[in-house]
C-alpha cells in the first residue's frame, strides 16, 4: 500500500470513533484532510466540527459542515488528529503543519484524543522529526538560544523566503538533534520559555488511541 492508502485506510478506521449527533474536533494535515473526507460521508450523523487551523475550517465547510468557534463548545467526546512522531506510549509530535497550538487547544477540550497515522510515524524515541515550536515573532532570537542550551539546533521555518507565519501570527522554530527520551519534562521546560506560545510535543495530553497504518491493515493501540 502507498502511504496515501494507509492514510486513508487509518482515516476510514476513525470513523467509528465518531459519536453521533456530537460536535468533533478535527486536526490538521493530510492524514486529517483524508479524514475530513470520510467526515463528509456522514456529516448528517453529527452535529458539526471543531477546527484546528483555517485550512481544516475551509475542508470542513466545503463539506457542508457545521465548524463552531471553541469559544462556544463546553466538551466534545472526540478530537481526531495525525502526528509527525508518535511513540509506544501514545506521545507525539506535532506541527509539521504549523497548527499545533489550534491542535493542543481543541484536544484540551476533547475527553478523547485518536490519532491517526501511517506507520512510519510509529518511533521509540521521539526527536528524529525536528520538533517545531511556535513563538512570538519578537522572541525567535531568544528562544533559539534558549532551545540551542537544552542541546536543540532550532532553524526559522521559511515560506516564500519569509518567516511562515502561523494561523495565530506566530513564527514556527524547528528544533532538531533532540533525543526525547522524557517528553512530558521536555513539553513543561519548553513551555516556560518566555516567548514561546506552545511546543509540538503532546505529550501530558497524548493520544488515547492510535490507529496506525501497517503493511498488513491498521493497528490499534490503547495508551
Ligand atoms: C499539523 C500536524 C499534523 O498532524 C502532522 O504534521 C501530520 O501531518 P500528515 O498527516 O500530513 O502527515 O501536526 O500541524
Same mark, same amino acid.
Do not use: W
Given at each position: ?93 506535532? %506541527? *509539521?503543519?504549523?497548527? /499545533? ?7 484540551? &477540550?476533547? #475527553?478523547?484524543?485518536?490519532? $491517526?497515522? +501511517? ?31 537544552? %542541546? *536543540?539546533?532550532?532553524? /526559522? ?7 511562515? &507565519?502561523? #494561523?495565530?501570527?506566530?513564527? $514556527?522554530? +524547528? ?36 490507529? /496506525? ?11
Amino acid at each position: 500500500m502507498t502511504q496515501d492508502e494507509l492514510k486513508q485506510a487509518v482515516a476510514r478506521a476513525a470513523i467509528e470513533y465518531v459519536v453521533d449527533g456530537e460536535i468533533i474536533g478535527v486536526g490538521t494535515g493530510s492524514t486529517a484532510n483524508f479524514f475530513i473526507d470520510e467526515l463528509g460521508k456522514i456529516k448528517h450523523r453529527i452535529k458539526g466540527a471543531v477546527a484546528s487551523s483555517e485550512a481544516t475550517a475551509v475542508r470542513l465547510k466545503s463539506h457542508g459542515i457545521q465548524v463552531f468557534d471553541l469559544n462556544d463548545v463546553e466538551s466534545m467526546p472526540v478530537y481526531i488528529d495525525g502526528a509527525d512522531e508518535i511513540d509506544p506510549k501514545g506521545a507525539m509530535i506535532k %506541527g *509539521g503543519g504549523a497548527a /499545533l497550538t489550534r491542535e493542543k487547544i481543541v484536544a484540551s &477540550v476533547a #475527553d478523547k484524543f485518536i490519532c $491517526i497515522a +501511517d506507520g512510519s510515524k510509529l518511533v521509540d524515541v521521539l526527536g528524529k522529526f525536528p520538533l517545531p515550536v511556535e513563538v512570538i515573532p519578537m522572541a525567535h532570537a531568544v528562544v533559539t538560544r534558549k532551545l540551542q542550551a537544552l %542541546g *536543540g539546533q532550532p532553524t /526559522l521555518r521559511m515560506k516564500d523566503g519569509n518567516p511562515l &507565519v502561523t #494561523d495565530n501570527g506566530g513564527y $514556527i522554530l +524547528d528544533v532538531a538533534g533532540l533525543q526525547i527520551t522524557a517528553p512530558q519534562e521536555l513539553e513543561a521546560k519548553i513551555n516556560n520559555i518566555v516567548g514561546v506560545v506552545t511546543v509540538g510535543l503532546f505529550a501530558q495530553r497524548g493520544a488515547d488511541v492510535g490507529l /496506525l497504518g501497517m503493511a498488513d491493515g491498521v493497528k490499534k493501540f490503547v495508551y
